[in-house]
């Protein structure tokens, strides 16, 4: 592999690394469709993976996994692995993830090479920025639309707030699975 330029990497360049924190805020399904609210700690991994040629299309990657914990327990309860990816060209931040419940998610924005927030979203049924579930989740608890924001605080922290809207069987209101977070950067890359 090439020499990377982290600067290549638009937005996403301040990412790079192996970021930890503690105070997470999860509200959830909890077993009977009800809500819970979990406190967990998290470690992400967003390791640059150069440049991914796509045709026309130039891509800088970020290959990441993310592991999260409740708080005093030894056991994750929350596990994604995905690349997030940066068009300079078309100005587009991506993230795609899978998670082992058996969703996948193409989220994107248009973002400025230089911004320290930006927004990503995800819609069911968008040919693009989409949405896909095994049958169970898709007649049991339906994703209908992601939506993240990320925010640089500075060069070693970074929060996000995640909104994963959900149909679920039983309930005729949208059901707001949201995470927050505020990640301090452990290693460099």
């Not at 470690?43 to 150069?50: A, K, S, V």
């Not at 327990?73 to 690349?83: A, K, L, Q, R, T």
């Not at 989740?137 to 809207?165: A, G, I, M, R, W």
């Amino acid at each position: 592999m090439s020499t990377l330029n982290l600067r290549d990497y638009g937005p996403l360049a301040v990412l790079a690394g192996i970021w930890e924190g503690n105070k997470g805020d999860d509200i959830a399904p909890d077993d009977n469709r009800g809500t819970e609210n979990n406190k967990y700690r998290e470690r992400l991994t967003l390791e640059p993976i150069g440049v991914v040629d796509n045709h026309e299309q130039r891509l800088m990657g970020l290959r990441y996994s993310t592991m999260a914990w409740r708080l005093g327990e030894d056991n994750s309860f929350h596990e994604e692995v995905g690349y997030w990816l940066w068009d300079a060209k078309n100005k587009q931040v991506m993230r795609c993830f899978i998670v082992p419940r058996g969703v996948s998610v193409i989220a994107g924005g248009t973002v400025e090479p230089d911004a320290k927030t930006f927004s990503l979203t995800a819609d069911l049924g968008s040919p693009t920025y989409g949405i896909c579930s095994n049958k169970f989740l898709d007649t049991e608890f339906k994703t209908v639309k992601y939506d993240l924001t990320v925010t640089v605080h500075s060069p070693n922290s970074f929060s996000y707030d995640e909104d994963t809207q959900l149909l679920m069987k039983g309930r005729k209101e949208v059901f707001h699975h949201t995470d927050k977070h505020v990640l301090t950067r452990v290693k460099s890359f």
